[in-house]
């Protein structure tokens, strides 16, 4: 019978240091060809909103599944989550399904964990600001994980909604300070997150000095955009997925088409980096972007992990299909 896992499930048995580090093999075996996974497919339901189908199979660790995920904005409107997802595991010898689990927390965690693999390759040892743009969930999730790969001195947020950035200060504690506007937050920052819900650049590159690393977790479909394209053009181009890159992300495929870059522009995968493939950072004054679309295996490692620690901790419901 297959295990389901409620979102306080996942919640309990999930550590951020040992996600951390699970996202860091994940990408290395992403970039090493031990991972089938085609790019997601995706249907547009509405504006700015699709479904899309995530598979992925890793032999050598014998996970193999899929996730389900929504992308609604609108319900931030409705007090709703905007992305909601579900995971499904299967045991690759039989095809029996194994588990069923709440995909939108492993969505949000995943995400964070893999942007701190990010810092811990390519932001400056020294990085000792960290600025977030936006006051949101993968705003709280990168605060929760970066400071483990990195010892920010001073965490600066900002957001659009004021109110959203009052509760996020408030919550946060004396640790984080609001910035009135991004270009405050972002000036003299080592390590930059993107984590807002813009579609247009929410990034100018003036505000960016060298040896910054910024990290974009956002428009992720080829319409969208969340950096200014002369910032993508003058970064160290980093990426989760080549593949996925070229064919979802605006902020990309929109620079390409208007003769900025060429495709070579994206130097590696994160993954690649990670298994000493290609180098990281260069010198201490280059900008790193890391362009983070989200990739299935690293939602399926996320779920075998948390499937996993279930069983040992005796969490979960049983369930007769």
């Not at 194994?98 to 969505?107: E, S």
């Not at 990085?127 to 705003?139: P, T, Y």
Request: net charge neutral; hydrophobic share 45%.
């Amino acid at each position: 019978m297959p295990l389901w896992l409620t979102e306080s499930d996942v919640r309990a048995v999930l550590s951020t240091t040992e996600l951390i580090d699970a996202m860091e093999s994940a990408l290395a075996a992403l970039s090493g060809g031990r991972v089938v996974q085609p790019v997601r497919t995706a249907i547009e339901t509405g504006d700015r909103t699709f479904f899309a189908l995530m598979p992925a199979f890793d032999n050598a660790n014998a996970i193999l599944g899929a996730k389900l995920v929504t992308v609604t904005p609108a319900n931030f409107h409705k007090g709703l989550h905007t992305h909601l997802a579900a995971i499904s595991l299967f045991d690759p010898r039989t095809g029996e399904l194994a588990a069923v689990m709440d995909g939108r927390y492993i969505t949000e965690v995943r995400t964070a964990a893999a942007s701190a693999v990010s810092v811990r390759w390519l932001a400056r040892d020294d990085a000792s600001v960290l600025a977030i743009l936006g006051a949101g969930v993968q705003a709280r999730s990168h605060l929760a994980a970066l400071p483990a790969v990195r010892n920010f001195k001073e965490i600066r947020v900002w957001s659009p909604t004021r109110a959203n950035l009052e509760r996020f200060v408030a919550e946060a504690g004396p640790r984080v300070q609001p910035s009135k506007t991004a270009e405050e937050a972002v000036r003299g920052a080592g390590v930059v997150v993107l984590a807002t819900n813009a579609v247009t650049p929410a990034i100018q590159d003036a505000w960016v000095d060298p040896g910054t690393h910024v990290i974009a977790i956002g428009a992720c479909r080829p319409t969208q955009q969340e950096i200014d394209p002369a910032l993508v053009a003058r970064a160290n181009l980093v990426v989760d997925s080549k593949a996925a890159a070229l064919q979802e992300s605006g902020d990309i495929v929109q620079p390409i088409r208007q003769g900025r870059i060429t495709a070579d522009h994206v130097r590696a995968e994160l993954g690649e980096i990670v298994a000493g493939q290609k180098a990281g950072r260069r010198d201490d004054s280059e900008i790193t972007l890391f362009k983070s679309l989200g990739q299935a295996i690293e939602d399926l490692v996320a779920a075998d992990l948390a499937f996993r620690r279930a069983q040992q901790s005796g969490r979960g419901l049983r369930v007769d299909l």
